[in-house]
């Protein structure tokens, strides 16, 4: 960025044109770069988890199967599928914002309804993901009991989505949450709840 504001300040007066080029281009870099940072501070305040250790990989969608199939260790028997073509060069933060609300959903599942089937399914769109979990409570079970989404809404706001929850009338609990694909700048204006438009892209 640096470089780039002090070669346009360079070629000014010789080449307005190429300076004003290279301006914008060192204006876009900066804001990527501001992009890339609220998102890595949003999805790191306030959730560092002891349990999972300091040293451990932050997960990528890749290591999503293992997480899910994991759960099985905790009685929780759970299916993973993915609706739509996954775009290619998605950011680490957009997957690791996705893998930690699929993980906070099925342990909220486990804890609270003390369910043993879920499913969960990443519906990919154009401009936007939607992720659902959808969990069969146990016996006897409120299918609306459930944990605080404060963390999986603060993770899906990183990337101006929103997250919803609560019982299906099958019986089950669902959680789904909406995430862009695309930078900050779209949050800034609008979410994915409050543009008619934007909405059909989350359901």
């Known amino acids: 960025m640096t470089l780039g ?3 346009g300040r360079m070629i000014m007066d010789k080449d307005p044109e190429r300076a004003r080029q290279t301006l ?14 609220q998102r890595m501070v949003g999805l790191l305040r306030g959730h560092a988890d002891p349990a999972r250790g300091g040293t451990e ?8 199967p293992r997480l899910v199939a994991a759960c099985a260790d905790g009685g ?3 299916e993973l599928t993915e609706d739509g073509r996954r775009p290619a060069g998605l950011s680490p933060l957009l997957e690791l914002a996705v893998c930690r609300i699929v993980q906070d959903a099925l342990g909220d599942a486990v804890r609270h309804r003390a369910a043993t089937e879920a499913r969960v399914s990443l519906r990919w769109r154009h401009d936007a993901v939607t992720v659902i979990v959808r969990d069969t409570p146990a016996p006897g079970r409120d299918p609306a009991a459930r944990g605080p989404l404060t963390a999986a809404r603060e993770r899906a706001g990183v990337f101006g989505g929103t997250v919803t929850a609560g019982p299906l009338p099958s019986g089950g609990h669902e959680l789904r949450a909406g995430l ?3 930078g900050v700048g779209q949050s800034a204006s609008s979410s994915p709840m409050e543009n008619a438009a934007s909405r059909s892209c989350l359901e």
Do not use: F, I, Y
């Not at 914008?24 to 940072?37: F, V």
């Not at 990989?57 to 999503?64: A, E, G």
């Open 76 to 78: 929780l028997h759970a």
């Open 180 to 182: 862009w694909l695309a």
């Open 57 to 64: 990989p932050q997960p990528r969608l890749s290591d999503l």
């Open 24 to 37: 914008r281009e060192a204006e876009e870099s900066g804001r990527q770069t501001l992009t890339d940072l």
């Open 5 to 7: 504001v002090g070669a």
